[in-house]
Antibody, heavy 121, light 111 residues
């Protein structure tokens, strides 16, 4: 069974850093594009970063560009999100998700359980 | 402000049929991008409910169905059940974002 298991997260002060991890199992990790999606309390889903289908490019939402870095270790089947210069508005549940489909038909078919990031002094 | 517009809430009685709309533009749905739907039960991660406009992943009941026309799409739920009470999100590729966009979400209340 395809699964994504997340770790990391927690409470951090404004301006601090945090790294999230997402460990994949049950599928050929290197064959899929992966993304990070977050959800602030009571709000909707926001895709903040991801690899393109085919791996040719990386996407960052304007809200995190220059502060967050997505990376992947295919030998460990693990996706990472390095978050620097954190702000109060980054407080959210963060999900990793597997992307399936072509460039204009991508769907997120497997999701991690989510991890809470709280930015507060 | 999402590029995909959903009603904030819909409601229905058990056994009834409800629909949730997702309105886009010529930069996403109208450009031929497929629409996908997710169900998020309280306190849980989203789950893919409909993909490729109309397809159901294995295990999703046929009470859930999707349609697409022009720049809009809809999710229909028939035979409403209490366990269908959740938030529902549409998602599609948006050209100027170079990737996926989500609708703002719709809260379904089963009366």
């Amino acid at each position: 069974e395809a699964q994504l298991l997340q770790s990391g997260g927690g409470l951090v002060q404004p301006g601090g850093s945090l790294r999230l991890s997402c460990s994949a199992s049950g599928f050929t990790y290197s064959s899929y594009a992966m993304s990070w999606i977050r959800q602030a309390a009571g709000k909707g889903l926001e895709r903040i970063s991801g690899f393109s289908i085919g791996g040719g490019s990386i996407y960052y939402a304007d809200s995190v560009e220059g502060r967050f870095t997505i990376s992947s270790d295919n030998s460990q089947n693990t996706l990472y999100l390095q978050m620097n210069s954190l702000r109060a508005e980054d407080t959210a549940v963060y999900y990793c998700a597997r992307a399936s489909g072509g460039y204009n038909s991508v769907a997120f078919d497997i999701w991690g359980q989510g991890t809470m990031v709280t930015v507060s002094s | 402000q999402s590029v995909l517009t959903q009603p904030p809430s819909v409601s229905g009685a058990p056994g009834q049929r409800v629909t949730i709309s997702c309105t886009g533009s010529s930069s996403n749905i109208g450009a031929g991008s497929e629409v996908h739907w997710y169900q998020q039960l309280p306190g849980t991660a989203p789950k893919l409910l409909i993909y490729g406009n109309t397809k159901r992943p294995s295990g999703v009941p046929d009470r859930f169905s999707g349609t697409k026309s022009g720049t809009s799409a809809s999710l229909a739920i028939t035979g409403l059940q209490a366990e269908d009470e959740a938030d529902y999100y549409c998602q599609s590729y948006h050209s100027s974002l170079s990737g996926s966009a989500f609708g703002g979400g719709t809260k379904l209340t089963v009366l």
